[in-house]
């Protein structure tokens, strides 16, 4: 009896924590947290990560022309913006949102490649900027990709969008500073201590700020591999 309640309280202790965990990442969502997330905007990026994946400049192309070959699966979006259109595929839209089709657009290397990179990252600002919610807001794998193709993104870009690129990437990585320690062990949680570590590198910053990431990510790797 006292091993089946010892099993019993530590289940509910479980069970408690992650309702915690749960709740607390809602509410920090939420209208009321936003304000935590705004700050100094950063004048720059001082160093793009390189992302040493294969690029196909044919898949820039294909996107130029609303189709989008994403995890496996096609969608076109008949002139749309695909940030506009609801896709019942969430792999599909985990991938829209990570941003890592830029490197098509880099590997490019066009004016044109350079514009739609642009006009994509802007019509995810406009629409999903300000709504702290759903998948639209998991952004480790997209801090990581702005950060990695920012010369492209930025490529010709006018001082307004080149001020709104910099405090959208400073709000989504002051939420992912917030949000780590308390996301549950994982590929999710290491790709916040990555994409915060990028960060810490390629923004202006105190060093402490960069020892402080890089530890973080040590730590983290060291608990999950």
């Known amino acids: ?65 609303g189709r989008y070959p994403l995890s496996g699966h096609l969608v076109e979006t008949g002139g749309k913006s695909p940030f506009q259109i609801d896709v019942p595929n969430r792999g599909w839209q985990k991938t829209l949102h990570g941003f890592r089709w830029l490197r098509h657009m880099r590997a490019a290397g ?18 999903h900027g300000n709504q702290i919610s759903g998948i639209a807001w998991e952004p480790g794998t997209r801090v990581i990709a702005w950060l990695q193709h920012s010369s492209v993104v930025l490529q010709g870009a006018e001082f307004p969008f080149y001020r709104a690129f910099l405090k959208s990437l400073a ?14 062990d994982g590929k999710d949680r290491l790709r916040a201590r990555i994409a915060l570590a990028f960060a810490a590198l390629s923004l202006p910053a105190p060093a402490s ?10 730590e983290e790797l060291d608990r999950q591999i």
């Open 1 to 65: 009896m006292a091993i089946a309640a010892g099993s019993t309280t530590r289940l509910w202790t479980l069970v408690a924590k992650e309702f915690w965990r749960k709740t607390r990442r809602r509410l920090r969502a939420g209208p009321v947290y936003r304000w935590r997330y705004s700050g100094r905007t950063p004048e720059r990026v001082l160093i793009a990560p390189p992302d040493l994946r294969l690029a196909d400049p044919q898949i820039a192309l294909e996107i130029y022309y």
């Open 110 to 127: 066009t004016e044109l490649a350079a514009a739609n990179a642009r006009a994509l990252v802007s019509d995810w600002i406009a629409i």
């Open 171 to 184: 709000v989504q990585i002051r939420y992912l500073r917030s949000m780590a320690r308390a996301m549950p």
């Open 209 to 218: 700020a960069l020892r402080g990431a890089t530890r973080n990510l040590a």
